[in-house]
């Protein structure tokens, strides 16, 4: 590949939080849903939601220049495929999912992130007065954004990654920290003989989409760090990779406690390359130092994580996101 211009590079680079506040904005304000009814312009729109037109209209231009919107000759802002992913009820929305990613939560431990390199710690309690999910205790508001952002984000990735792995002969699927349960569906329409315990504190179960798969799965309210129910084959999607090595030994111990003899521990999570490889996991990575006690590992980690808890890997499976299957067993099995 041909190496960019280093001082555009640079720029770029330095300039990507603008796009993200842009793309926020019109997140929040739901003008993609507006622009469903109809194509309109800014001043149409400011009109309806009672905000500056020609501020609005900045917004819009700099989307339309990047591709999420367009704009036609009588200044009328249209939809183009990536901006109808931002309608609330287009299949796969994405809508959700931007105003997690651009939540404060994030955006300000970003924010100061030479801070977060300086101390080693990640700033949510000197910002926000807790650590990330004890937060959403006292911010209800902060942890629906969150929890709704996660299954929008997650409904990208779960079939293909479900699809991945060969569920044959397990009878009960736990997904530990399975948030709305939008994996664990997935993955049961792949295992048609298994049935689901969708496991998280009872506040994010209250969301879980129950309707889907009815009699298939239930929930099952608790803290991954005291216990687990039994079952056959642990999913964690997007888990080890909130928190430090002792807390996720803590985690991985309470399964290896729990699990029915010859089950399957699955971590979904990234599996950082070695090198200079591009891997989306390397930015998430900061997000995990910035927000959360977390990191993305590589497969040397997850290897050293499982000896410390009593398991050993038995494979790394690649799927077509950017997540992997890890796979452990009991250790002595
Ligand atoms: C990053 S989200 C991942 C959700 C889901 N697995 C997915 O991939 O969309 C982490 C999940 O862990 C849950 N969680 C955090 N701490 C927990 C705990 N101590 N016990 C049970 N669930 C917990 C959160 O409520 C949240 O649903």
Known sequence: MAEANPGHLIVDLAFGFVLSGALATVAKFGISDMLREAPQTSEQLAAKLDVDAPSLYRVMRSLASVGVFTQDPQNRFHLRSAGQLMCTSEPGSLRDAVLMITQDIFWKPVGQLDHVVKTGTNGMVEIFGAPFFDYFKINEDAGNTFHRGMSSLSDLENAPIAGAYDYSGIDTIVDVGGGHGGFLIEVLKCAPKARGI????????????????????????????????????????????????????????????????????????????????????????????????????????????????????????????LLSITEAVAAES
Do not use: Q
């Not at 699990?259 to 399957?264: D, R």
């Not at 997000?287 to 590992?297: H, K, N």
């Open 198 to 321: 969708n496991y998280d504190h009872a506040h994010v179960l209250a969301e879980a989409r129950v309707n889907e798969l009815p009699g298939r799965w239930s929930c099952v309210e608790g803290d991954f760090f005291k216990s687990v129910p039994p079952g056959d084959a642990y999913l964690l999607k997007r888990i080890i990779h909130d928190w430090t090595d002792e807390d996720c030994i803590t985690i991985l111990k309470n399964i290896r406690r729990a699990m029915n003899p010859g089950a399957k521990v699955l971590i979904v999570d990234c599996v950082i390359p070695e090198g200079d490889a591009a891997h989306g996991g390397k930015l998430l990575d900061i997000l995990m130092m910035s927000a959360l006690p977390g990191r993305e590992r590589t497969e040397a980690e997850f290897k050293s994580l499982f000896e410390r808890s009593g398991l050993k890997l038995s494979r790394t499976i690649t799927t077509p996101a």
